[in-house]
């Protein structure tokens, strides 16, 4: 049953070489894999702005600037990344690069950051999402948290059926949203050349403001280039796309950039015009659409497709946490799981692992996770800033033909990023301190995983150990409880493989039973022997360990194998498992996990 | 460290021999056991004035005769009880009285409705005790979940130390509450008698009232009757007490009746007297104490020892939902689990159970459980009706000497109850309907695990069924996933029981690595058959179940039994776990439960 409803939810299981049908065209690969960056311009010009009007009205100007710089920002690094995918055309992440020009370490810390920051990706955009739709439904604003947890499993459904599915599914939104922005700026445009929007809605630029400082305008583009997080997914998941690969991702990382820098100089510019300020209630794309359009289906239309889009942009966590994961398990860095692909060819236990963590993380914040935002940036620009310089360490020490420019552009890059990074750090300390908590401890823990995967492998491997000892003889345990079929049947098998000794074991609480137990064995089996232990605490495990443990050690002199033999009957129905107390489960786990002894389970299984 | 948490929790563990100690005696008893019906006088009388104050203030003169109704059935019923006590010397719920006189589905209905009615109490009382307490702390009051499962944890742990430990620490509000009300009310009486309060403060009784009904009436009736739920408490705790444990049972059963009385009468002569009315912030008994004391020192303290009981009152279903459960175990209704004994000798299982129980109750109803209180209600009254039948039951069939006052007693019993129950079926059907549905199906779950207990006992008797057959020989069939010391280990093992075959299985994922592996496999071990199986789907279980199901049937024929050796390896630390596909595990279950093969599990401890 179990497994007809998984195939219901992620659709029949998908043989291994299939997988040539699972990989991406660019149109579905641009639709998934930038909608992270894509969404961003719904909220990047409006944090622009915020901080800036702090200052005055006046200094909206400002933004004009201060977007030039986020479009040169976004420049260098769609360069870049361009340059990341032809090296590194097998999935080069901020963590591949990180680690194989600057060492395990910052590899590392660039992994480590972009693990969470995929986690953090899905509970932020989601609860936005959320957040769009229930205030628009206000009925629904009680049900935030269930809302956008139901998204997250629809997400994690719609991944586990596989990367072309959902891409065929999500493209739709993606297009639409990019047809509704187009649209908006068009008319938005039009109507500012036609002089239809007066002049005197907002200041010229180059006006003098009284109060703004260096402080402020950093502030400002430092909250602006949130936007740009998410472009180096892409470079992220090359794997997933049609060969050949590095070409097509390359192409569609430049489409990407060329869509999102005409968005976003848009929209700046457009809010620009009409003189928008932001307002606690009403986003700035809702302000200018209403201008534009009045509250009309264009408006509804921008409104819908936004939440939609906001949504949808948590599938680019989707798309890079598995592959990611899949990296850093190759290397030994964390649990091997992350490597086994499902049934529809994707690594399902990343997508699972992702959608757990974020539906946590939604639930313990209350589906409220904008002050998230800021630690989620710089949890991007840190692994930007490192790949960047992995990249620059690359250039200098193989020095290709034409290294050059590739050299400076990298080296723009990086120091962009870095300036990036040190203005969180500078203007909202209060809010991302804790990476510089978390980021070691997850760098810590990678390390101890690889240190245990390395000693198992090399207790494991047959040449570099002294060969295990012969076994001499046997010696096998049967713990019963009554004398029924169960028990009949264990010692029917014991007896089968004619080991040296066999010793029944009864654990009695009380003195009578013991004897008249004794008696009916005496009379049953007078040829086993048959030893009984007094439990004056009414456990079972304890004294049977310690026996257990004795005879072991005796055993062990002569080089003898103890093996116990547990009787356990197996109701017809899985259900009725509960109408027994299990302590034949608990009493292998312990022998086996506690003492060194080989544990053989005889299944006694029941007809009705 | 798990067992030492667990020693600091609840105390070291006692041995059976110690159980003497864990009687009560008649003073703890009576704290433990009556908590329940003792706080309900502090909403008791107030249920009553609810329903008649809807007819308008002049009714309240009613209060004084239905409040001589509720003494009469708690008469009634305090004397049916003593004498199911004599009766029924080792204890006898309703489930006992109904199912040994009416037969055993009258004794499932009342067991089943107590079973789920303690689980209410619980939830109940632990929500309303926290009420009181956040209505007086405000700051608290978005803490009710939390501030209520910690009490339910708190009372759980305090009953899984053992009954007299927690009687000791429980006997103090209880008394202390007592001594409050008995305060309380004698002063109140010597105002009103030195004629202290104004006697226009209240109709005088008799006065007719317009729009009064006999509907009205009986739904008051009703409403004050729920205060005389938990008396049926000590009569199931019978095996609790010292000896002679009948006589202090019925001793202490008095006494309860007595206090309980005194106190209800009082409340409700004094509300009547003050004229006071039920108001939707503040009690009826805070009513009373700021018009007797004004708001000092004896105002709060009456108003925390209230809480404080209201909270306990939860106590009494955790003395009495274990012995019930081990009735009902006892006769193989619910699963055996309930048998046990824990640590401290309760019946740890019956505890933790119904503590997990009404955790989710109090989280379903965000502790907002006061529309639980008719269900709950119903679920006494019900089987009240029964036990008192039985006893009539009884006493015809037995006509011992004397029989016919007890006769007497036990039907006004029966009759009072019946009515009472019928009077919230008539007069609040809309709350508790659905006790119609769920006891029907708690009576069918009933019989069919004591169905599933009966089959099982059938099959396994050896008098009873065919001999197992011989086994003539054996095949081992050894899952392999590499040539590695735990395989080699394992591999030893198999060949120590010199078995008729082994067969090592490696389930590939790709041609290329299967032609590897039995290369490898023919230099390593080139006497041991090597059976490779390709799996498309990447699935391990799905090949090795089918190879296995094959080599079974054909072993079958030849009376031979089929092994599955698996080789396991055990890291070091427990967590180390987790980093390892616990595939040995899945593929164990997945045998045992669906294939009629041994599984042997052969441990290779890893010593790093």
Same mark, same amino acid.
């Given at each position: 049953m179990i497994s007809s409803i998984k195939r219901l939810l992620i659709g029949r299981p998908l043989k291994?070489?299939?997988?040539?049908?699972q990989k991406l065209n660019k149109t579905k690969a641009l639709a998934i894999l930038s909608s992270d960056a894509l969404s961003s311009v719904a909220y990047g010009p409006e944090q622009i702005l915020i901080v800036l009007v702090t200052v005055g009205? &006046?200094?909206?100007?400002?933004s004009i600037p201060i977007a030039v710089g986020v479009l040169i920002l976004l420049s260098a690094l769609i360069l870049s990344y361009r340059q990341i995918i032809y090296a590194y055309p097998h999935g080069g992440g901020a963590y591949i690069v990180s680690k194989s020009n600057l060492g395990v370490n910052p590899g590392l810390i660039a992994g480590g950051s972009l693990l969470v920051d995929y986690i953090l990706t899905v509970a932020v955009s989601v609860s936005a999402g959320t957040d769009a739709i229930t205030s628009a439904f206000?009925?629904?604003?009680?049900f935030n948290v269930e809302i956008a947890i139901g998204f997250v499993i629809l997400l994690t459904l719609l991944n586990l059926r596989g990367v072309t599915e959902s891409a065929s599914i999500l493209a739709y939104p993606v297009y639409l949203f990019v047809l509704a922005l187009f649209l908006l700026i068009g008319v938005g445009i039009y109507n500012v050349t036609i002089g239809g929007?007066?002049?005197? &809605?907002h200041t010229p630029i180059g006006t003098p403001v009284a109060g703004i400082s260096l402080f402020i305008l950093l502030r400002a583009f430092a909250s602006g280039s949130?936007?740009?997080?998410?472009?180096?997914a892409i470079s992220n998941a090359?794997?997933?796309?049609?060969?050949?690969a590095p070409k097509n991702a390359a192409k569609t990382l430049m489409f990407m950039g060329i869509l999102l820098a005409i968005l976003f100089s848009g929209i700046v510019f457009l809010a620009y015009s009409y003189g928008i300020t932001p307002s606690g209630e009403v986003t700035v794309v809702s302000q200018i659409a209403e201008e534009i359009f009045g509250r009309n289906f264009m408006y509804f239309f921008i409104q819908g497709t936004t939440a939609l889009i906001l949504i949808l942009a948590a599938n680019t966590g989707y798309s890079a946490f598995p592959l990611l994961a899949v990296n850093l398990a190759k290397d030994k860095?964390?649990?091997?799981?992350?490597l086994i692909r499902g049934d529809r060819l994707g690594y399902s236990n990343g997508i699972i692992i992702l959608g757990i963590a974020s539906i946590i993380l939604i639930v313990a914040f209350h589906a409220k996770t904008e002050h998230l935002i800021p630690l989620y940036a710089v949890g991007v620009f840190l692994p930007f800033t490192l790949s960047q310089s992995g990249m620059m360490v690359k250039w200098l020490r193989e020095?290709?033909?034409?290294w050059i420019p590739k050299f400076i552009i990298n080296t723009m890059g990086a120091v962009i990023c870095l300036l990036v990074t040190l203005m969180f750090f500078l203007t909202k300390f209060s809010q991302v301190w804790s990476i510089l908590i978390f980021l070691p401890i997850i760098v810590l823990l990678f390390h101890r995983i690889r240190k245990h995967y390395e000693a198992v492998g090399e207790q494991l491997r047959l040449t570099t150990c002294e060969p295990t000892l012969p076994i001499e003889g046997n010696v096998m345990i049967l713990p019963v409880a009554g004398i029924t079929h169960v028990v009949e049947n264990s010692l029917n098998y014991a007896k089968s493989l004619s080991p040296d000794q066999i010793i029944a074991v009864y654990v009695s609480f009380d003195r009578e039973d013991e004897k008249r137990f004794e008696e009916k064995w005496k009379k049953w089996q007078p040829d086993i022997r048959l030893v009984t232990l007094h439990s004056p605490y009414r456990s079972i495990i304890n004294p049977l360990s310690k026996f257990v443990n004795t005879v072991e050690h005796k055993a062990r002199e002569g080089n003898y194998q103890v093996t116990v033999v547990i009787p356990q009957f197996i109701p017809k129905?899985?259900?009725?498992?509960?109408?027994?107390?299990q302590s034949s489960l608990l009493i292998r786990a312990f022998l086996l996990y506690r003492r060194d002894v080989v544990v053989t389970t005889v299944p006694y299984h029941l007809k009705k």
């Open positions: 291994s070489n299939e997988i040539g049908e009205a &006046a200094a909206i100007w400002y206000p009925t629904l604003h009680g929007v007066p002049t005197e &809605a949130s936007a740009l997080t998410g472009v180096e090359i794997p997933n796309f049609k060969n050949p860095f964390i649990p091997r799981m992350f020095k290709p033909e034409g129905k899985g259900w009725q498992n509960i109408l027994h107390n």
